[in-house]
């Protein structure tokens, strides 16, 4: 191996360990300032993705692929959140072994609570250390990289609804 190739190797290692140790520290400090008084952390994650669906509503396959849970995870939380009336499952009418999960109205008004709390916090800590020209760098940045890994030979991409461009709403 070349010294340029294990060079650009180092740099890729190096900042991935930077990313990595970051978004650790970060989601950490989230998680601790999470409002969590009606829904958790891992509830507010399946109450965002689905915000972001048309219809506020996907199949389970497809809200497990945008989570980091396992499919007995999701399965779980999702049925905590059905007994709590924040979202309902329906028959998929495409495919009889599918499930739709959809985030009620109730649910809905849950998540955009928490949202509004959760977001004042987001802003504060991701903001404390960076400009908002840093802020917008980093967005681009982090959009690039995940849509390069998405679309590399041997990787599955992510269907994703919402459009690339536009933040996630929160």
């Given at each position: 191996?070349?010294?340029?190739?294990?060079?650009?190797?180092?740099?890729?290692?190096?900042?991935?360990?930077?990313?990595?140790?970051a978004q650790?520290?970060?989601?950490?400090?989230?998680?601790?300032?999470?409002p969590g008084g009606e829904i958790s952390f891992n509830e507010y994650d399946v109450c965002f993705n689905l915000s972001t669906q048309p219809g506020r509503r996907c199949?389970?396959?497809?809200?497990?692929?945008?989570?980091?849970?396992?499919q007995p995870s999701v399965s779980r939380l999702v049925d905590r959140l059905l007994a709590r009336g924040i979202v309902e499952?329906?028959?998929d009418p495409s495919d009889a072994r599918g499930v739709i999960v959809a985030l009620t109205p109730h649910g809905f008004d849950v998540y955009r609570q928490v949202a509004v709390q959760h977001a004042a916090s987001i802003a504060q800590q991701v903001g404390a250390?960076?400009?908002?020209?840093e802020l917008r760098t980093l967005t681009?940045?982090?959009?690039?990289?995940?849509?390069?890994?998405?679309?590399?030979?041997?990787?599955r991409p992510v269907a994703r609804t919402v459009s690339e461009?536009?933040?996630a709403p929160v």
């Open positions: 191996m070349s010294d340029s190739r294990r060079s650009e190797k180092a740099t890729a290692v190096a900042a991935w360990e930077s990313l990595f140790r650790v520290t970060v989601m950490r400090s989230l998680n601790a300032d999470f199949r389970m396959r497809d809200l497990t692929g945008h989570l980091l849970l396992t499952k329906q028959p250390g960076l400009s908002d020209a681009e940045l982090c959009t690039k990289l995940r849509l390069a890994v998405g679309t590399a030979p041997g990787r461009s536009d933040p």
